[in-house]
């Protein structure tokens, strides 16, 4: 099941245990849902820059995320 949460959605419900890769926009962890127990993987978007992100996300970062 693909979704996407927030930060705070992320930090209360799943626990990081490992940090299995990082691309140019995003890095994944291996976790464990907290409701479930089942393991998921988490990809973190990176967002750059302050000045990066008052221009808004780049359009390739917009592709990766809605390909989830």
């Not at 959605?9 to 409701?35: P, S, W």
């Not at 993987?41 to 780049?58: L, Q, T, V, Y």
Request: no cysteine; net charge positive; glycine share 6%.
């Amino acid at each position: 099941m693909n979704r996407v949460i927030s930060k705070d959605t992320a930090k209360n419900r799943y626990e990081k245990i490992k940090h299995l890769g990082e691309g140019q926009f995003a890095n994944v962890y291996k976790a464990k849902d907290t409701e479930t127990n089942e393991f998921v993987a988490i990809k973190k978007i990176k967002f750059g820059s302050r000045h990066e992100a008052m221009d808004g996300i780049s359009r390739t970062a917009l592709r990766e995320i809605k390909l989830l």
